[in-house]
Structures are given as structure tokens and as C-alpha cells.
């Protein structure tokens, strides 16, 4: 069974480049390890305020910090060729052996529809991803034995090539999933599985689709990194929490797909919708550590060994320190 980590989710629908940099190093300091950083081209509503580059955060964070690295999630799917991605991720793993990982998946419009083109319905976006993630899996291969490749399939092409620049082990490709089908597909061809708080019963039949997946591949599914991004609100006072989640991460609480949305103008005419009662059990608002410390804690005994905690305020530096001091410490695996 694998360590628990627990790391910094940079959201970079929030916050500028320089300053998510500064956060994750602040982060590192107060006992966080490594940075999942969030792939959007837009803010999920204009309030957020920012999108700037996930590789390009990444490289920086690298330079100033020691943990781990991991975009979470792009789509290889459509703003990026398959193989685009798949240079990005090995020069990032090149510059930092060992602390790079790749999460995938499937898209949303909000990011993707900004080059045009059609939009397609989730299962098309599932099978665009998985054919993805074999083309950037034999690119990794095929590189490092020094070999060229190339592929046709029925969403990508990709001519005779290779990649130049690769690290001495390809990086991990991880896949975000909520769903049961997709859960056993990523267990079957991905090394490890990404996904976001939801009820106990929910977690549980999903890493059970997942080791499924992973015993038709021949893999042990209880070495794969089982990896939760988890939301939450803390604030001094139960009032403050709820009155940042409202503001800045309104989208928690909207109880439907969110994957056809395109606009965050379009987002913030929902988010005049939710109400305080629509977080209940999707976001833990409160002011109280301990309340978070326990919520964590069940993630843990569900099966994670990876947990990255984004706080929706803009009270980051503040939630760092108390969390360092009075969550992390308390977790146990």
C-alpha cells in the first residue's frame, strides 16, 4: 500500500501564474507535497478571473518546489493533438525525473470548444480520450527504444515520428473518470485513476470497476495511484466559507453535467441559481478544521493515497497555514 501524500491543488481559474507558483511553494513549506494544477483555457465563471497556461505554471513550479507535478486534467482531444501532449509531458518529466504524471480527460467545452469545430456527445469524448491515450502510450514507448511510430486510428493520425526529448521513464498517465465503464477502460489501459469527492458508495463501485479494468490487464490494481481532487471551504467563520464558495466556486454547486457549457458568462447566469443547500454533501463549507480533517479522512479510508485539497476562497495563504498546522499532520493511512 502506497503513502499518503496530500497535495496542493493550484486552481488556476483563480489565481495569476505568479501567484499560483508562490502559493504551491507556500503550500510545500507548510507540509503539502506536490501540485495537481488545473487545464482550463477559461475561468469556470468570470469571478474566478484567470486561465493561463497549465505547462507553463508547471515548469515554474517545478523549478521552486520538490513534489510532485501533474496537469489535472488536459484533454488531448481537441485544443491539443495527442502528441502535442505527449511532448509536453516528457519534457516536463525530462526537467523533473520522477515527479511528473500525466492526468487525462475527456473535455469539457468551456475549454475546448474555443477552435471551432463540432462538439460531441460524452461517448465519443470517452472513446477520442482512450484512442489518445493509446497514440501518446506507444509514442512514449516507441521513444524510448529509440524507434519511430506512427498511427491511424478512428479519431487521430499521427505520421512516422518519435519524441527527442524523453526522460528515462515515460510518466504515468492517469485518467479523471466518475463513471463505472470508464473507470474499468482506465484500469485496463491507464496506470492510475483521478476523480473528485462524492458519496462513499459511489468511491467504492468505482475502484471497484477500476481493479476490474486492471485484473483483465494482467496489473495489480492495489499498487495503482488512486488520486482525489477534493474541493472544500474554509474560512474563519462559517458565514465567510459559504459567502467564498457562492463568489468564487459556484459551480460546485450546480447539480448537473457541466460538460456542454461553453461560456463562463453563461456559467454565472446559472450561478445566480444555487443556493446554499445545493453544496450539501458536494462541498464541505466550514470554519471548523477538524470537520475537514475527518471529511479528508474518510477519502483516505476509502482507498486514496493521493489527495490534492483545493480551498475555493481567495484566503489561500491563511488555509495553508491552518491546514498545515492543524489537518495534515492529523491524517493516518
Known sequence: MAALTVGYA???????????????????????????????????????????????????????????????????SFRFHPAVVAQASATLAAMYPGRH??????????????????????????ARMFEAIELIGKLFQASLDGKDVKHRGQHFTMETTRLWTMPEQAPPILVATAGPINARRTGRLADGIITVGAPPEKIEGLFAKFAEGARE????????PKVLQLHLSWAETDEQALANALDQWPNGGMKFPKADIRSPHDFAAMAALVRPEDFEGRLLISADPDRHRAHIQ????????????????????????????DVLPKLVR
Not at 492526468?103 to 475546448?112: H, Q
Request: proline share 5%.
Open 298 to 325: 474518510r477519502y483516505v479510508d476509502l482507498g486514496f493515497d493521493r489527495v490534492y485539497l483545493h480551498n475555493v476562497g481567495r484566503n489561500q495563504a491563511q488555509w495553508i497555514e491552518v491546514f498545515g498546522r
Open 217 to 224: 490487464a494482467g496489473k495489480d490494481h492495489e499498487t495503482m
Open 101 to 126: 504524471w500525466l492526468g487525462i480527460g475527456s473535455g469539457e467545452a468551456l475549454n475546448e470548444h474555443v477552435v471551432g469545430g463540432y462538439w460531441p456527445e460524452a461517448g465519443e469524448r470517452s
Open 10 to 76: 493550484a486552481m488556476l481559474e483563480q489565481f495569476g501564474p505568479r501567484e499560483v507558483v508562490d502559493l504551491t511553494v507556500l503550500a510545500e513549506q507548510h507540509g503539502f507535497s506536490g501540485c495537481m494544477a488545473a487545464d482550463h483555457f477559461q475561468p469556470w465563471v468570470p469571478a474566478q478571473g484567470e486561465a493561463s497556461f497549465v505547462w507553463n505554471v508547471l515548469s515554474a513550479v517545478g523549478e521552486r518546489t520538490a513534489g510532485d507535478l501533474g496537469p489535472g486534467v488536459t484533454c488531448p
